[in-house]
């Protein structure tokens, strides 16, 4: 059964991203963990929520500085 997380799916996983930011001097390549996992959530709900829009921009952005 799957769980539903109210009107704002992901919102748990786009807070940890922006706590791992802040600890990291927004050096998006040190939260990658937190990246995926939102990523992961968004993908589960179709990327039905708000909090998706921004991941898109961050995995580009990981990618880049590989």
């Known amino acids: 059964m799957a769980q539903q997380q109210g009107k704002e799916p992901c919102k748990k996983e786009a807070c940890n991203i922006q706590a ?29 929520s708000t909090h998706c829009a921004s991941v898109a921009g961050l995995l580009k952005q990981i990618s880049k500085q590989k």
């Open 20 to 48: 791992c930011l802040s600890k990291n001097n927004f050096l998006p390549q040190k939260c990658v963990t937190v990246i995926e996992k939102l990523q992961f959530c968004c993908e589960k709900c179709n990327y039905d």
